[in-house]
T-cell receptor, first 117, second 116 residues
C-alpha cells in the first residue's frame, strides 16, 4: 500500500527567509505523480506544485521548488522568500498511474507553516 | 465556470440519522474522491470512483456509502453506523492518470458536518 509521511507537524520561518518541508513516500510503483497542496485558513485546497516521477528535473513554480529523490522516495518542498500569505497547512500527496483504474490519491498528515513577521 | 461544488457548507445531524453530502463537478473528470479531515489531521480517503457505476473503498469507508450514477455527481451518505461523524468533508475530482500532466485533483470548498 502506498503511504505518505510528513514528519514535521509544524514549521516556522522568518518572513523573506527560506524553508523546506519534508515528505517521504512508500510505493512499489515506478510511474506516479507527487503533489504539494496548500490549505489556508479558508480550508480551500490549492495546488502548489506537481512532479512527474518519470521526469528527472525538479519542478519549480516561482518561489516554490521541489527536491525529488526517486531512489530515496523523498519529495521536499522549498519555499523561498517566504511571505505572510504562505502561512497555511501544506500537504504532500501521491498518485500512481494505472492502466486498470484504481488510481488512489493519498495524502500525508500535513505540516502547519507559520510565517514570523 | 468549471468547478466542483459541495453542498451544503454546514450540516447538522441528529444522532441516529443518515445524511447525504452533495458533490457535483462540471470539469468532465472521470475520477472523484471523498476525504475526511479532522482537526489537525491530514486528509483520509473514504471512497473513490474512477468511472460511472464503479467505486472503491478508501482507508476509512466503514459507516459511509456512495453512489456514482452520473459522471458529474458523487454523493456521500454518512450513515448512523459511523460512530464519530463530526468532521470536515472534502470532495475532489481529477482526470484519469496519464502522461499529459493534467492529473492534479480539484477540490470543493468542503462540508462541515456536526452531530448534535
Amino acid at each position: 500500500a502506498q503511504t505518505v509521511t510528513q514528519s514535521q507537524p509544524e514549521m516556522s520561518v522568518q518572513e523573506a527567509e527560506t524553508v523546506t518541508l519534508s515528505c517521504t513516500y512508500d510505493t512499489s510503483e515506478s510511474d506516479y505523480y507527487l503533489f504539494w497542496y496548500k490549505q489556508p485558513p479558508s480550508r480551500q485546497m490549492i495546488l502548489v506544485i506537481r512532479q512527474e516521477a518519470y521526469k528527472q528535473q525538479n519542478a519549480t513554480e516561482n518561489r516554490f521548488s521541489v527536491n525529488f529523490q526517486k531512489a530515496a522516495k523523498s519529495f521536499s518542498l522549498k519555499i523561498s522568500d517566504s511571505q505572510l500569505g504562505d502561512a497555511a497547512m501544506y500537504f504532500c500527496a501521491y498518485r500512481y498511474i494505472s492502466n486498470f483504474g484504481n488510481e488512489k490519491l493519498t495524502f500525508g498528515t500535513g505540516t502547519r507553516l507559520t510565517i514570523i513577521p | 465556470d468549471g468547478g466542483i461544488t459541495q453542498s451544503p457548507k454546514y450540516l447538522f445531524r441528529k444522532e441516529g440519522q443518515n445524511v447525504t453530502l452533495s458533490c457535483e463537478q462540471n470539469l468532465n473528470h472521470d475520477a472523484m474522491y471523498w476525504y475526511r479531515q479532522d482537526p489537525g489531521q491530514g486528509l483520509r480517503l473514504i471512497y473513490y470512483s474512477q468511472i460511472v457505476n464503479d467505486f472503491q473503498k478508501g482507508d476509512i469507508a466503514e459507516g459511509y456509502s456512495v453512489s456514482r450514477e452520473k459522471k458529474e455527481s458523487f454523493p456521500l451518505t454518512v450513515t448512523s453506523a459511523q460512530k464519530n461523524p463530526t468532521a470536515f468533508y472534502l470532495c475532489a475530482s481529477s482526470m484519469r492518470g496519464d502522461r499529459t500532466g493534467n492529473t492534479e485533483a480539484f477540490f470543493g470548498q468542503g462540508t462541515r458536518l456536526t452531530v448534535v
